[in-house]
């Protein structure tokens, strides 16, 4: 390669660099142009916006100190309700015990007076109706003895026979 032909590759990379720069500058220009214009039309909105989110902050801090009203409201809600459950489960419990003691009372109760109706039936049985047996047995033999000695002369064979079958 003579110095000719390399003078001419530097002198067609040297154009070619200035193209490729003066096309960036081209771009970068119009970048430029757009930024413009998008500033223009976001510099009206900026006041706006500043203005949302200074409402937002406000009301962000409102909220903020309603959550902690609500947070301590709920949290005395929760332990009051906590304090009532655990005494009504004592009362339960308590409600129950006395339950228990009163039915074992009550059964016991009952057993006794089962035991003294039974105890009156057999004193009522061996006092009142063994006498009355006794005596009706007495009185049946009275009348038999009455009604033997009452009987006049010879019995008839109607009556020897059911004597006699009486026996047997």
Not at 47 to 66: F, L, N, S, Y
Not at 131 to 137: F, K, L, S, T, Y
């Given at each position: 390669?003579?110095?000719?032909?390399?003078l001419?590759?530097?002198?067609?990379?040297?154009?070619?660099?200035?193209?490729?720069?003066?096309?960036?500058?081209?771009?970068?220009?119009?970048?430029?142009?757009?930024?413009?214009?998008?500033?223009?039309?976001?510099?009206?909105?900026?006041?706006?916006?500043?203005?949302?989110?200074?409402?937002?902050?406000?009301?962000?801090?409102?909220?903020?100190?309603?959550?902690?009203?609500?947070?301590?409201?709920s949290?005395?809600?929760?332990?009051?309700?906590?304090?009532?459950?655990?005494?009504?489960?004592?009362?339960?419990?308590?409600?129950?015990?006395?339950?228990?003691?009163?039915?074992?009372?009550?059964?016991?109760?009952?057993?006794?007076?089962m035991?003294?109706?039974?105890?009156?039936?057999?004193?009522?049985?061996?006092?009142?109706?063994?006498?009355?047996?006794?005596?009706?047995?007495v009185?049946?033999?009275?009348?038999?003895?009455?009604m033997?000695?009452?009987?006049?002369?010879?019995?008839?064979?109607?009556?020897?026979?059911?004597?006699?079958?009486?026996?047997?």
């Amino acid at each position: 390669m003579d110095q000719n032909t390399l003078l001419i590759l530097l002198i067609i990379f040297v154009a070619l660099s200035a193209v490729a720069m003066l096309i960036q500058a081209a771009m970068l220009i119009g970048l430029f142009v757009v930024a413009r214009k998008l500033q223009q039309a976001v510099m009206p909105i900026i006041p706006q916006v500043e203005g949302i989110v200074g409402t937002t902050r406000r009301t962000a801090e409102r909220v903020e100190k309603h959550v902690e009203k609500i947070g301590s409201i709920s949290t005395s809600i929760l332990d009051t309700t906590r304090q009532q459950v655990s005494k009504i489960d004592e009362l339960l419990t308590d409600a129950t015990t006395r339950a228990k003691v009163q039915m074992e009372r009550a059964e016991m109760v009952l057993d006794d007076s089962m035991t003294r109706v039974q105890e009156t039936v057999t004193a009522v049985q061996s006092g009142v109706l063994r006498p009355i047996r006794e005596v009706h047995g007495v009185l049946a033999g009275l009348r038999t003895f009455f009604m033997y000695l009452g009987r006049t002369g010879r019995p008839t064979v109607d009556h020897a026979t059911a004597d006699e079958e009486m026996f047997i």
